[in-house]
């Protein structure tokens, strides 16, 4: 055997005792496991699973829209292009895609502040508070006089005299006639049940308006004048502006105060998120950035 | 207007340009192919994009998508760069800024509904008794049928009458016996917009296989007549001051109303009437947002505009 070794050549022979160190062996089969670990991933590919769940859900926005069940081909469609959708955005975020979009950065701020509101369940206001509340905004609750009345028109286009002098004659004529018809055609309504002070102010404006606060009720009135000529008008009754009490407005009230309320938070929300970053924007001088942000 | 809405480019061509041209193609399809696809009513809208129910006033516009038009000089209205007169051309007029200077404030969108009720309003629109503004609230009313009693227009059941003896805006007629179609047309102004000028009527028909057109006045303001010559009301000499916006007094009338009978009826030709109502002429927005910075408005721009009212239109076809 010492022959046999002498007559090796060194190279042969440091293999050789490389061949019976643990290390090597170790090493050699490391090397192996990691190359047949890389084919073996290389072979599988990422899985895009629809489950169940979701092809319900995506049948039923389908159903919505079309009024009726898909067919089976239909189904098909529909499960070829969510799968298209998939791995179409995939690949777009192996790709880097989602960097620097507008679009994909607003949806994902907007899903934050949808995120962030969801959170945040918003407080029942004692009764105390919810009462300040409503003292604070009370005219916001304030309904407008309603008045029910009746009216006569006379054009003033061919003349404001003669239309005057017509109205005039009607009503001396009013009261034997119970005023039908002794006026003339016009277009809006000559009859109003329960109406708005606001809208008739705005379709005859502010003169007839407020004389229908004022004149007597149950009797024919006028000639007075509006947009449109001159009128008489017969008040049969009318309600004063009001301002309802907070039970009777209670669902409106708790709402706007929670409205507030969440948009208080909301800002803090985002004034705190602001504290987490250090604010960088170039190009603008100082005195620009410091000033209070208009809404 | 001799360029495109919404483009400083001058029309060369003119068809397709009115809405009347859609409603020619429609009677004429219906004669040569059996069917009308634009048999529809008028609805004037907004198409805003500012979060806002439409910038209907032209005194109190305040842009159609906000960020790109939201301030006087994005609009073409002011000289750039506070500029005081202008001597200097700020934009190209087929860019961003030559569009959005050339568009109208919103229109308006109004309905005949008996009630106010998604049922009442709905049945209007489907019936298409609906009508268009410009912006102004004013208010149109159309009729046809072949005899109105003489008196119709004094009546105090005027709709009532006009209702049971013939048919509303949106409607068709019934074949004429050889009478010619009478037509109630019937306004009233804004109380808070401008006096009314001059009631018209659009009629298109087929003759001979060929779409036309005419434009007939029917009643005029101020006390003024026809003019037998022209067919066109004289003008009733209503102006702006372009200084502060305040109209002419005196001038246009609160209320329009006539029966008018057509002169040109052939009782075998398909046609369609509508009604179209125009004010005296107001200020422009660009003018108002001009006198608020207290510059001349953009010369490249009409300092005026006369907004209408249209109704829809009232069919006619020679048989069943």
């Excluded at chain 1, 769940?53 to 079309?66: D, H, I, K, P, V």
């Excluded at chain 1, 189904?75 to 192996?94: C, F, K, M, P, S």
């Excluded at chain 1, 017969?234 to 301002?243: L, Y």
């Excluded at chain 2, 509508?274 to 207290?294: H, Q």
């Amino acid at each position: 055997m010492t022959e046999s070794l002498s007559k090796q050549s060194p190279v042969r022979a440091i293999i050789v005792r490389a061949g019976r160190e643990p290390l090597v062996h170790f090493l050699l089969i490391g090397a192996l496991l990691f190359v047949g670990v890389q084919v073996a991933r290389s072979l599988q590919r990422p899985v895009v699973r629809i489950d169940a769940q979701e092809l319900g859900q995506l049948a039923g926005y389908w159903s919505t829209q079309m009024q009726r069940d898909p067919t089976n081909e239909e189904l098909q469609g529909i499960i070829h292009e969510r799968v298209d959708e998939e791995v179409l955005a995939r690949e777009a975020l192996r790709l880097g895609l989602d960097k620097d979009d507008m679009i994909v950065r607003r949806r994902l701020a907007q899903k934050m502040t949808f995120a962030s509101e969801d959170t945040a369940n918003l407080p029942e206001p004692d009764e105390a508070v919810l009462k300040a509340f409503f003292e604070k905004t009370k005219a916001d609750y304030q309904a407008p006089p309603r008045v029910t009345f009746r009216h006569q028109f006379f054009n003033s286009d061919r003349g404001k005299d003669q239309a005057l002098a017509r109205a005039k004659l009607a009503l001396g004529k009013v009261a034997s006639t119970q005023g039908d018809a002794l006026g003339e055609p016009f277009l809006l309504p000559l009859g109003y049940s329960d109406a708005s002070l606001i809208d008739i102010n705005k379709d005859y404006g502010q003169d007839f308006a407020s004389a229908l606060i004022r004149v007597p009720l149950n009797q024919w009135s006028g000639p007075i004048a509006s947009a449109y000529g001159y009128h008489l008008i017969k008040v049969d009754s009318r309600m004063s502006a009001k301002t309802p009490t907070l039970d009777e407005v209670r669902p409106d009230v708790l709402a706007a105060y929670q409205e507030q309320a969440r948009k208080a938070r909301n800002a803090t929300f985002l004034a705190d998120l602001r504290k987490k970053y250090r604010i960088e924007i170039s190009g603008i001088p100082q005195t620009v950035l410091n000033q209070p942000e208009t809404n | 207007m001799e360029s495109y809405i919404g483009r400083a480019k001058a029309i060369t061509k003119f068809s397709g340009g009115y809405v009347r041209d859609a409603l020619k193609s429609g009677i004429l399809m219906q004669d040569t192919k059996g069917f009308n696809p634009f048999k529809f009513g008028f609805i004037g809208s907004s198409d805003t994009h500012n979060a806002a129910p439409g910038s209907v006033e032209d005194r109190n516009y305040f842009s159609k998508v906000g960020r790109t038009d939201g301030k006087p000089e994005q609009r073409g209205s002011i000289p750039a760069e506070g500029r005081k007169a202008w001597d200097i051309p700020t934009a190209d007029p087929n860019g961003n800024l030559g569009r959005f200077q050339s568009w109208g404030a919103s229109g308006i969108a109004g309905v005949w509904a008996e009630e106010n009720s998604r049922d009442a309003i709905y049945s209007a629109m489907r019936r298409k008794e609906t009508f268009a503004t410009s912006g102004p609230r004013m208010r149109v009313r159309f009729f046809a049928a072949y005899d109105y009693p003489q008196n119709i227009l004094k009546r105090s059941d005027l709709a009532t009458v006009a209702y049971r003896s013939g048919v509303p805006m949106g409607g068709d007629l019934m074949p004429s016996k050889g009478k010619a179609p009478q037509f109630i047309l019937w306004a009233m102004r804004d109380p808070n917009s401008g006096y009314l000028q001059r009631a018209q009527i659009v009629k298109g028909w087929v003759e001979n296989g060929v779409a036309k057109e005419a434009v007939f006045d029917v009643a005029c303001s101020d006390h003024l007549a026809i003019d037998p010559a022209t067919g066109r009301c004289p003008d009733n000499g209503a102006k702006v001051d372009l200084s502060n916006c305040e109209p002419t007094k005196f001038k246009g009338d609160a209320e329009m109303k006539t029966l008018w009978r057509d002169p040109t009826f052939k009782p075998n030709q398909r046609a369609f009437y509508y009604a179209r109502v125009l004010e005296n002429p107001s200020c422009r927005w660009s003018t108002w947002d001009a006198i608020r910075n207290g510059t001349p408005p953009n010369p490249k721009l009409l300092p005026t505009i006369q907004e209408r009212v249209w109704s829809s239109p009232i069919w006619y076809a020679p048989s069943l």
